[in-house]
């Protein structure tokens, strides 16, 4: 009766390389894609005193086996390569591509004249209460309650100074 594994078959060779005994006496010779052993063997009831020690196993389930670590290995390297480039667009936009924005139009608002409004300034909206509201349309408009500077006013022309050659 064989004991351990059954897939594992096992020959004993003599010198010349001719089979002396096998687990399985028709397959002395092991497959093209067999995981194979041998060892050298010395016993005097071997034809020359040598002979070696032979043990192979079918290796299908292993090359199986070795094929899905490969996919699964590869699938897990292109899942990290698509997750750190997800990260790094998220912080591109958050840190570079959004402020950027904020700056640009900050700029526009500027060369149209809105930068000193206030935020929502030419935009139609304010951050004033309706009620605060009513009250500017109700009350002229003074110096004091515009929330931007105004021109200076030009007084009257000076004459040109007058300069004494002696």
């Not at 001719?18 to 006496?25: D, E, F, H, I």
């Not at 750190?84 to 950027?100: E, H």
């Not at 060369?111 to 304010?126: K, P, Q, V």
């Not at 209460?129 to 002229?140: D, E, V």
Request: charged share 15%.
């Amino acid at each position: 009766m064989w004991r351990g594994y059954s897939d594992h078959q096992v020959a004993l060779l003599d010198g010349a390389g001719g089979v002396v005994t096998a687990s399985l006496p028709g397959a002395v010779a092991p497959p093209a894609k067999a995981l194979r052993a041998s060892i050298a063997v010395q016993s005097a009831l071997l034809a020359g005193g040598v002979g070696q020690l032979e043990v192979w196993q079918d290796a299908s389930i292993f090359m199986a086996e070795s094929a899905a670590r490969w996919r699964l290995w590869w699938f897990n390297i292109a899942l990290t390569a698509v997750v750190i480039v997800a990260v790094l667009q998220v912080a591109i936009f958050l840190l570079v591509s959004r402020p950027l924005g904020l700056l640009v139009r900050s700029l526009r608002r500027m060369e149209m004249g809105y930068l000193g409004r206030g935020a929502g300034a030419g935009l139609g909206f304010s951050r004033a209460s309706p009620r605060q509201k009513s009250a500017r349309r109700l009350t002229p408009p003074s110096r004091s309650s515009t929330p931007w500077p105004r021109a200076p006013r030009r007084g009257p022309e000076l004459p040109a100074p007058r300069h004494r050659c002696r």
